[in-house]
Structure formats: structure tokens, C-alpha cells
């Protein structure tokens, strides 16, 4: 509230007209997380869905009191970037919206999975995307006060565009499996080219400006678009793998080896040899490569909760990953 304040009275616009914007955008954003909720069952924030939202109820206001409405969604849209940069840092402490396991990152532990956070995450290094997001907010809201023009639009085109960009990418590291996915792309990467293409058809319409740079937008993100679904599809970090590979990873136990095949084609058999634990781990087509193989080993290690010791290429493409003896006979995570 504060900021949009600021850059509203910044640039001699007035802080009545702006209060009523903000106080009708709490009401809108109250108004469509009960609606969510009593939809859905569940308590539900889709920033882009309030983003949009709000700059639909602000520029109804505008109108409404006779104010400018470019100016109008400057200020608030900035004010959203600012909101959203806080709102990130609570999901970090939180553990909503997290990222994907990574070599490093942020852990959460069993006061998080009481209060609902993946159980198989518990103590996960997984990517502070979170973080990220709040970083990028935050810049984006200092150019947007400080370097960006000060002619109306500029601030709402700077941020609107940018943002999309923005969580186009860091949709990649997510790793929250309730997400809807549609031909390899998250609802808000689709949601993100929707948004720069209606920027782009405003600006050339003379609505809001900077064609020039709302077109480059959207060109990036269209030749991103396929890669990013490639890139996800073959992905085994992928959020919903992960929860499917956490649901049936077998433990290793002495006797005939426990054998799973996940949905994306990968073979995983558990066993104990001489007391020492051992996965071995193959696909059929096309085969495991080293690099696929690693990353696979890191997150069974992290879902069993132990270091391996060694993971060993074997015949026809597959590898054995062994670890500590941790009295595989009966123990479980």
C-alpha cells in the first residue's frame, strides 16, 4: 500500500483516488480467495489470478472517479510487486509454492509436513525459488520507480511484462505437484503468454506503451515455450515424478528384489547384498545416461534419507546405486 501511495503522490496523482483503488483491490482479492476456496474446498492464492483481478478493478475505479487510469494502474501495479515480494518471503518460511530438490537449497522439517508439507520432502535440499521470486519483485518495483519513465503506462508495462518473463522462467524450478500442467507447461507459463500477448495487442492499439519491447517479450516466450516443455517432460526432478517415484520407491530388504516402473519409463529394483542396501536403476528406451542416472541417484538418496557410498554403470545401460548398511532389513524412512 505504502509504495503505491508513494508513486501516486510522486507523480501528482491523487492519494484519495489511489486509497479507494487499494482498499477495492483488498476487497477483490478477499473476495476471490473465498470464492477459490469455496469452489475448490481449499484455501487457494493464485497471484495471477489476483494480479489480474486487481488492475480489472482498479481501472473500473479510475473511471468510475474520473482519474487517469494509466496512471492509476501504475501505481498499483507496482504496489503488487511490492505485495508479491513479501508475500514470497512468506512462502519461503512457510513452505508453500517451494522449489524442486536441487544439490543445495532450502530444507523444511516436521513442523512444515504437519502443517501439510510433503512428507517425502522432509529435509530436502530444494531450489529457494521462493526467494528468487521476492529478489525479482523487488527489482522489478525499483526499476520501475527509479529508472522506468514516469509517463503513465510505463510503470504498468515495465512490471506487467517483466513479471511474466520473470515467473516464466522460475516456473522451472517449482516443485509443487498440485500445479495444472498443459502440453509441458504449467498454468502460469500459459497464463505469463497470455499476458504479454494482450500487452502486446494494447500497446498496438495505442492503449499502453512500448510495443517494441512487449513483441521481443513475447517472441522470447514463444521460442522458449517448447524447450521449456521438452525440458520438463524429460525431467525426473519434475514435481509430479518426484511425488509418484516418493509413493512407490521400494525399501531395500534381503530376498528376491522389490521391482517398480515409474510412468516415465524408469526401473527401479531394491535389494540387499552382503548387508549392504542397493538400488539399481535402468530405462528401456531411451536408456539412462549418466547425467539422468546422478540426478536419479540424489533423489532416491534424499527420499531414503541416507548418503550412497557409490553408484556403479553397469551392463545394458543400467547403474547400481549402494548404500550405507543402515539395517536394511527393517528400516524404513
Same mark, same amino acid.
Given at each position: 500500500?505504502?509504495?503505491?501511495?508513494?508513486?501516486?503522490?510522486?507523480?501528482?496523482?491523487?492519494?484519495?483516488?489511489?486509497?479507494?483503488?487499494?482498499?477495492?483491490?483488498?476487497?477483490?482479492?478477499?473476495?476471490?480467495?473465498?470464492?477459490?476456496?469455496?469452489?475448490?474446498?481449499?484455501?487457494?492464492?493464485?497471484?495471477?489470478?489476483?494480479?489480474?483481478?486487481?488492475?480489472?478493478?482498479?481501472?473500473?475505479?479510475?473511471?468510475?472517479?474520473?482519474?487517469?487510469?494509466?496512471?492509476?494502474?501504475?501505481?498499483?501495479?507496482?504496489?503488487?510487486?511490492?505485495?508479491?515480494?513479501?508475500?514470497?518471503?512468506?512462502?519461503?518460511?512457510?513452505?508453500?509454492?517451494?522449489?524442486?530438490?536441487?544439490?543445495?537449497?532450502?530444507?523444511? $522439517?516436521?513442523?512444515?509436513?504437519?502443517?501439510?508439507?510433503?512428507?517425502?520432502?522432509?529435509?530436502?535440499?530444494?531450489?529457494?525459488?521462493?526467494?528468487?521470486?521476492? $529478489?525479482?519483485?523487488?527489482?522489478?518495483?525499483?526499476?520501475?520507480?527509479?529508472?522506468?519513465?514516469?509517463?503513465?503506462?510505463?510503470?504498468?508495462?515495465?512490471?506487467?511484462?517483466?513479471?511474466?518473463?520473470?515467473?516464466?522462467?522460475?516456473?522451472?524450478?517449482?516443485?509443487?505437484?498440485?500445479?495444472?500442467?498443459?502440453?509441458?507447461?504449467?498454468?502460469?507459463?500459459?497464463?505469463?503468454?497470455?499476458?504479454?500477448?494482450?500487452?502486446?495487442?494494447?500497446?498496438?492499439?495505442?492503449?499502453?506503451?512500448?510495443?517494441?519491447?512487449?513483441?521481443?517479450?513475447?517472441?522470447?516466450?514463444?521460442?522458449?515455450?517448447?524447450?521449456?516443455?521438452?525440458?520438463?517432460?524429460?525431467?525426473?526432478?519434475?514435481?509430479?515424478?518426484?511425488?509418484?517415484?516418493?509413493?512407490?520407491?521400494?525399501?531395500?530388504?534381503?530376498?528376491?528384489?522389490?521391482?517398480?516402473?515409474?510412468?516415465? $519409463?524408469?526401473?527401479?529394483?531394491?535389494?540387499?547384498?552382503?548387508?549392504?542396501?542397493?538400488?539399481?536403476?535402468?530405462?528401456?528406451?531411451?536408456?539412462?545416461?549418466?547425467?539422468?542416472?546422478?540426478?536419479?541417484?540424489?533423489?532416491?538418496?534424499?527420499?531414503?534419507?541416507?548418503?550412497?557410498?557409490?553408484?556403479?554403470?553397469?551392463?545394458?545401460?543400467?547403474?547400481?546405486?549402494?548404500?550405507?548398511?543402515?539395517?536394511?532389513?527393517? $528400516?524404513?524412512?
Amino acid at each position: 500500500m505504502g509504495v503505491a501511495l508513494a508513486l501516486a503522490g510522486g507523480r501528482g496523482l491523487s492519494l484519495t483516488t489511489e486509497l479507494v483503488v487499494i482498499a477495492t483491490g483488498i476487497v477483490v482479492f478477499l473476495t476471490l480467495a473465498l470464492a477459490t476456496k469455496a469452489v475448490t474446498g481449499r484455501e487457494t492464492l493464485v497471484y495471477y489470478h489476483h494480479e489480474v483481478a486487481v488492475l480489472a478493478a482498479a481501472v473500473v475505479v479510475a473511471k468510475l472517479l474520473g482519474a487517469p487510469v494509466l496512471g492509476c494502474l501504475d501505481a498499483t501495479a507496482v504496489g503488487l510487486g511490492a505485495f508479491l515480494a513479501c508475500g514470497r518471503l512468506g512462502c519461503l518460511l512457510a513452505g508453500c509454492c517451494h522449489g524442486r530438490p536441487a544439490r543445495r537449497g532450502v530444507r523444511y $522439517g516436521a513442523t512444515h509436513v504437519a502443517d501439510g508439507f510433503p512428507g517425502y520432502l522432509l529435509d530436502v535440499p530444494l531450489a529457494p525459488v521462493q526467494a528468487l521470486e521476492a $529478489g525479482c519483485a523487488a527489482g522489478l518495483v525499483l526499476v520501475c520507480i527509479f529508472v522506468v519513465p514516469a509517463a503513465p503506462g510505463e510503470a504498468l508495462a515495465t512490471y506487467v511484462t517483466g513479471y511474466a518473463l520473470i515467473r516464466f522462467c522460475l516456473e522451472q524450478l517449482r516443485g509443487d505437484p498440485a500445479r495444472r500442467y498443459w502440453r509441458g507447461l504449467s498454468e502460469a507459463q500459459w497464463t505469463s503468454l497470455l499476458v504479454v500477448g494482450a500487452m502486446s495487442a494494447l500497446a498496438a492499439a495505442g492503449v499502453v506503451p512500448g510495443l517494441g519491447g512487449h513483441l521481443l517479450a513475447l517472441g522470447v516466450l514463444l521460442a522458449a515455450a517448447p524447450l521449456f516443455a521438452r525440458g520438463r517432460r524429460g525431467s525426473l526432478l519434475d514435481a509430479r515424478h518426484v511425488r509418484e517415484l516418493a509413493g512407490v520407491l521400494p525399501t531395500p530388504r534381503p530376498g528376491r528384489p522389490q521391482v517398480v516402473t515409474s510412468s516415465r $519409463g524408469i526401473r527401479l529394483s531394491a535389494g540387499v547384498t552382503t548387508g549392504v542396501g542397493h538400488y539399481t536403476m535402468s530405462r528401456s528406451e531411451p536408456p539412462l545416461d549418466s547425467r539422468e542416472a546422478q540426478e536419479l541417484a540424489r533423489l532416491v538418496s534424499w527420499l531414503r534419507g541416507v548418503q550412497p557410498t557409490r553408484l556403479l554403470a553397469s551392463v545394458a545401460d543400467s547403474y547400481h546405486l549402494l548404500l550405507p548398511d543402515e539395517g536394511w532389513s527393517v $528400516g524404513e524412512r
